[in-house]
């Protein structure tokens, strides 16, 4: 079982920017994809980045929705057990619940919800313009 708490949402302006975090519980971090997904108000739950497992002698990789790329950068520390998620260039349209996901599937492409075994509470993020 796999406990993620995201933190780091806010209200910021419009070409601001914001740092989230998702602290995972487990021993198992490392072998996890993880991934971002945002839902904003009437809208179905979306795919934002998705970082792959580390396997220790390669960096793993990322993955970007085409509407936050070069935007948003997707890290992960293992030490800390933590993903993270740095959004610049931010955009009123942005805003919306930030949900924090784990995939079991370390490596792959993987956007589908369905696809993630374990979900955080989700942080608001509000844009204004």
């Known amino acids: 079982q796999v406990q993620l708490v995201e933190s780091g949402g806010g209200l910021v302006q419009a070409g601001g920017s914001l740092r989230l975090s998702c602290a995972a519980s487990?021993?198992?971090?490392?072998?996890?994809?993880m991934g971002w997904f945002r839902q904003a108000p009437g809208k179905e739950r979306e795919f934002v980045a998705r970082?792959?497992?580390?396997?220790?002698?390669?960096?793993?990789?990322?993955y970007y929705a085409d509407s936050v790329k070069g935007r948003f950068t997707i890290s992960r520390d293992n030490a800390k057990n933590t993903v993270y998620l740095q959004m610049n260039s931010l955009k009123p349209e942005d805003t919306a619940v930030y949900y924090c996901?784990?995939?079991?599937?370390?490596?792959?492409?993987?956007?589908?919800?369905?696809?993630?075994?374990?979900w955080g509470q989700g942080t608001q993020v509000t844009v204004s313009s």
């Open positions: 970082i792959s497992w580390s396997t220790g002698w390669s960096a793993s990789n990322t």
């Open positions: 996901a784990a995939d079991v599937i370390g490596s792959y492409y993987r956007s589908s919800a369905r696809e993630y075994s374990y």
């Open positions: 487990g021993r198992t971090f490392s072998s996890y994809a």
